[in-house]
């Protein structure tokens, strides 16, 4: 089975504190994606990246920043945390392969809070 | 807002009853994704069907299009409380790696 491994399950930061978010696929997929889930809204796409050092803007991308060094790593940074960037942030990866018509394979989110 | 919509937002069932639920997307889709999410964890996948499919199934899921109305339905037979979670869908359009997902239908299933 596909294994999205996200770092943290919960985390508390500062306002104005530089945020790591790190996700860890072990299938070899090229596609990986970071959403935020908030009540509501469903899930909103933040960044996405089809290859190592490529990444392309989602819906929502201000505020944050990605990195993608290593295949099976997609990281997602907040510059500078703001209150509302409070959220639960789920990573996902999957094949590029027949482009969307690949399912996605999700984590199991980091619930983050910016105090 | 390019979001979808999911219909009804909550629904409460017996054990063994049906539990329907509809989509409203807003591109032209390649395909709709439906996917299953527990309390607390990811999106888990459950079904796919493209663009120029009317019906599929899988196991106890049962899945409609029609794109000419732009919606989807969800019907799971036979409910049992372990489906108990949030359903959405997903709509993706051709030529992109892109999902827009909708806002969810929270389904409780009562023993």
């Known amino acids: 089975d596909v294994k999205v491994t996200q770092s943290s399950r919960y985390l508390v930061k500062r306002t104005g504190e530089k945020v790591f978010l790190e996700c860890v696929q072990d299938?070899?997929?090229?596609?990986m994606f970071w959403y935020r889930q908030d009540p509501g809204l469903g899930l909103r796409l933040i960044y996405f990246s089809y290859d190592v050092k490529m990444k392309e803007k989602g819906d929502i991308p201000e505020g944050y920043s990605v990195s993608r060094e290593k295949k099976e790593r997609f990281s997602l940074i907040l510059e500078s945390a703001s209150t509302n960037q409070t959220s639960m942030y789920l990573c996902a990866s999957s094949l590029l392969g027949g482009g969307s018509n690949q399912p996605q394979h999700f984590g199991d989110g980091t619930r983050l809070s910016i105090l | 807002s390019q979001q979808g919509e999911e219909d009804p937002q909550a629904l409460s069932i017996q054990e063994g009853e049906n539990a329907t639920m509809n989509c409203s997307y807003k591109?032209?889709?390649?395909?709709l994704q439906w996917y299953r999410q527990n309390s607390g964890r990811g999106l888990v996948h459950l079904i796919l069907i493209r663009s120029n499919e009317r019906e599929k199934h899988s196991g106890r899921l049962r899945v409609t299009l029609d794109t000419s109305k732009k919606s989807s339905s969800l019907l799971i037979t036979a409910s049992r409380a372990a489906d108990t979670a949030s359903y959405f869908c997903a709509e993706s359009g051709a030529g992109t790696y892109k999902y827009i997902f909708g806002t969810g239908t929270r389904l409780k299933v009562l023993a």
């Open positions: 591109t032209s889709i390649n395909n």
């Open positions: 299938m070899d997929h090229e596609n």
